[in-house]
Structures are given as C-alpha cells and as structure tokens.
Antibody
Framework: QVQLVESGGGVVQPGRSLRLSCAAS????????MNWVRQAPGKGLEWVAY????????YYADSVKGRFTISRDNSKKKLYLQMNSLRAEDTAVFYC?????????????WGQGTMVTVSS | QSVLTQPPSVSGAPGQRVTISCTGS?????????VHWYQHFPGTAPKLLIY???NRPSGVPDRFSGSKSGTSASLAITGLQAEDEADYYC????????????FGGGTKVTVL
C-alpha cells in the first residue's frame, strides 16, 4: 500500500544539524511533488518545505529559509530534509507528505512523523 | 498566528450537526486556490478529509462535507459520532507567499 516512513529524528543541541529521511513505497515516487510539514508541541500544523516531482523547484517557509534544505532521490524513492542551525523553536514532529498529482497544495498521503527535539 | 483563521473549538452532541469555519483573504481562499481539510488524531498521521473544496477521498463518510464562498470555507459534520472527536485543519495555497501552503490554526471537535 501507499506508505511514507520518516526517520532521522532525535535530540540535538541548538546550533547543530540533523538530516531527516523519508522512504516512499506503493506509488511512483517520481510522479509526485513532496512536502515537509511539522507540528510543534501543543501547536497546529506548519508547512515547512516543498519540492517538485523532478527536484527542480523548491520552496521554504520563512521560518526555515536559509537553514533547511529539501532534496529528493527519485532512484531511491527517498525525500530528505537537511536541517542546520537548529533552534529550540524547531522542536516538533516532522511529517513527510505527498502532494496529490494535478492538485497543487493538496496533501493526500502523510507519514507517521519523526520527532525532533532541540535542547541543550 | 495562522494565515487562515479557525475557531479553536466546537462541540456537539451525538447526532447533531457542527460546522467549522475557515477564514482567509484575497491572496489565498479568495483566489482560485482550493481549500482542503484534514482530520488529525493526536499521535497519528493527519488524514486528508476533503479536497478541492468539497470532494471526499474514497473511504471518507458522506457525513463530512465542505464548501467555499468568497474568502471563507467551511467543514460540516452531520450526524456527529464519538469517533469524530479530533482536530480539524483547513489548508490552502497563498499566492503572496512563494510556494506557500498555508494552514488554519486547527479546531478541536468535542463530542459531548
């Protein structure tokens, strides 16, 4: 079945880096744009980053621009989020999310999430 | 503060109808941008509930419906059931924010 599985979360000190991965299965990964969405403790959902199906277009939320980098490897069916200069306010569950084909912004498949805690 | 505005909470008795509003602006809902709705049980993956303003993915009960008018949208749940107690988020696309998907702050639905 269609599935997204995130990994790479953990506890990291402020200012350090972390790389999240997302393994896709059950669909043609190279056909879909992908996103990262996060949810801080007690807060709502916040969109983080977008990458087009071919990796040529990338967009970021202002809160992470210049610190986070989204990328993908279609041959491995994997999505990544490189997070640098982490801050306490980046503490959140990070979700890997598929965008529905031909419907920009419709997030139709979500992973279970991976927790990132930024703390000294 | 979220770009889209939702009430923090709504409640209703089993069998009742509840609605959740989602207010945006001329740069998001007020454009041709679609509104989508998600259901989220804490600790699990959010689930697409309504897409393209008023369409239900396969498997979503027909007691869930969506609508859009002007710069606002709404989600209605008719015949409220205990299993509907969850957080609900509206989401759209904002043309003034490069590439930006925008969410509402979320609404907690409580079944009394």
């Amino acid at each position: 079945q269609v599935q997204l599985v995130e990994s790479g979360g953990g506890v990291v000190q402020p200012g350090r880096s972390l790389r999240l991965s997302c393994a896709a299965s059950g669909f043609i990964f190279s056909n879909n744009a992908m996103n990262w969405v996060r949810q801080a403790p007690g807060k709502g959902l916040e969109w983080v980053a977008y990458i087009s199906y071919d990796g040529n277009n990338k967009y970021y939320a202002d809160s992470v621009k210049g610190r986070f980098t989204i990328s993908r490897d279609n041959s491995k069916k994997k999505l990544y989020l490189q997070m640098n200069s982490l801050r306490a306010e980046d503490t959140a569950v990070f979700y890997c999310v598929r965008e529905r084909m031909a419907l920009r912004g419709c997030l139709d498949i979500w992973g279970q999430g991976t927790m990132v805690t930024v703390s000294s | 503060q979220s770009v889209l505005t939702q009430p923090p909470s709504v409640s209703g008795a089993p069998g009742q109808r509840v609605t959740i509003s989602c207010t945006g602006s001329s740069s998001n809902i007020g454009t041709h941008s679609d509104v989508h709705w998600y259901q989220h049980f804490p600790g699990t993956a959010p689930k697409l509930l309504i897409y393209g303003n008023n369409n239900r993915p396969s498997g979503v009960p027909d007691r869930f419906s969506g609508s859009k008018s002007g710069t606002s949208a709404s989600l209605a749940i008719t015949g409220l059931q205990a299993e509907d107690e969850a957080d609900y988020y509206c989401q759209s696309y904002d043309s003034s924010l490069s590439g930006s998907v925008v969410f509402g702050g979320g609404t907690k639905v409580t079944v009394l």
